[in-house]
Every structure is written in structure tokens, then in C-alpha cells.
């Protein structure tokens, strides 16, 4: 069946970094793009961006871009999110999505900036 695991949340204090991994199995990961959401406490689910197969990536808020990066490695099945100079306002669970069928969601992954 399909599956998105994602890992490598944890806490960091503002200013830090996290790499955030989701690893795809069930369908056939090189042939789709992979969105990136996250939710903050008492928020709606909200939309950081994509990459494309073949990694062109696609921000939805451009205030992001100069800090995380979105990457893949299609060989491991594996979609990346670097987050660099991290702030508290980045709180939240972090979710990656596959467009495959109806639609797939990872369990997502904590992340908490706090000294």
C-alpha cells in the first residue's frame, strides 16, 4: 500500500536547522511531485511547496525560499525539506503529500523552535 513516512523533526532552538526526510513506498515515487505542508497550533493546515519529479521546486510563500529548501532523491524514495535560520513562528507539524491517486498524507512530524 501506499506509504509517506516522514522523520527528523524534533526540537531545535530559533536560529538552528532541521532536515525533515519523507520516504515514499507503493507507487512509483520518480513519476510525482511532492508537496510539503505544515500546521501550526490552532491553524489551518497551510501550503509550503513542491518539487517536481525532476526537482524543480515551486514555493508558495516566497518568504520561505531563502531559508528552507525543498530536494529529492528519487534512488531512495526520499523527499527532503532543510529548514536553516529557524524561528519560532516555523512551530507546527510538518506533512508531506503525494498527488498519486486520491491524494496520500504522511502522519506528519513535530518541529518545535524554542529556547
Known amino acids: 500500500q501506499v506509504q509517506l513516512v516522514e522523520s527528523g523533526g524534533g526540537l531545535v532552538q530559533p536560529g538552528g536547522s532541521l532536515r525533515l526526510s519523507c520516504l515514499a513506498s507503493g507507487f512509483t515515487f520518480s513519476w510525482y511531485d511532492i508537496d510539503w505542508y505544515r500546521q501550526a497550533p490552532g491553524k489551518e493546515r497551510g501550503y509550503i511547496g513542491k518539487i517536481s519529479p525532476h526537482g524543480h521546486v515551486t514555493f508558495y510563500d516566497g518568504s520561505l525560499e531563502g531559508r528552507f529548501t525543498i530536494s529529492r532523491d528519487n534512488d531512495k524514495n526520499t523527499a527532503y525539506l532543510q529548514m536553516n535560520a529557524m524561528k519560532p513562528e516555523d512551530t507546527a507539524v510538518y506533512y508531506c503529500?503525494?498527488?498519486?491517486?486520491?491524494?496520500?498524507w504522511g502522519q506528519g512530524t513535530q518541529v518545535t523552535v524554542s529556547s
Open positions: 503529500y503525494a498527488p498519486y491517486g486520491s491524494g496520500y
